[in-house]
């Protein structure tokens, strides 16, 4: 079992940047994708962006690419979510998801066997 604790969401304003961490904790010798997803009310939960276990791959979304850049530090156990230029229609509630796969970097949310309990971005235009 994994446990994923989101954090660093709030409410910034349209242009701005804010930088999301998911903290891992449990069976983390364990090798896992690591990947943000969001959901903003009354919407499907969306891919944003996911990277593999060494960081050598990563997937974005386009709706935010060249915006966000996902990154990890393994010896912390945290992946970070740095967001730039974020915008209205980013608003969302951000989850951080873990599956135990080693290259590729899926994008759909049943791919993902781990979730934390989300961290909500508000962007005000």
């Known amino acids: 079992q994994v446990q994923l604790v989101e954090s660093g969401g709030g409410l910034v304003q349209a242009g701005g940047h804010l930088k999301l961490s998911c903290a891992a904790s449990?069976?983390?010798?364990?090798?896992?994708?690591m990947a943000w997803f969001r959901q903003a009310p009354g919407k499907e939960r969306e891919f944003v962006a996911g990277i593999s276990w060494s960081g050598a791959n990563t997937e974005y979304a386009n709706s935010v690419k060249d915006r966000f850049t996902i990154s990890r530090d393994n010896a912390l156990n945290i992946v970070y979510l740095q967001m730039n230029s974020l915008k209205p229609e980013d608003t969302a509630v951000y989850y951080c998801?873990?599956?135990?796969?080693?290259?590729?970097?899926?994008?759909?949310?049943?791919?993902?066997?781990?979730w934390g309990q989300g961290t909500k971005v508000t962007v005000s235009s």
């Open positions: 449990g069976r983390t010798g364990s090798r896992y994708v």
């Open positions: 998801a873990a599956q135990h796969i080693l290259l590729v970097v899926p994008t759909r949310p049943y791919e993902y066997a781990y």
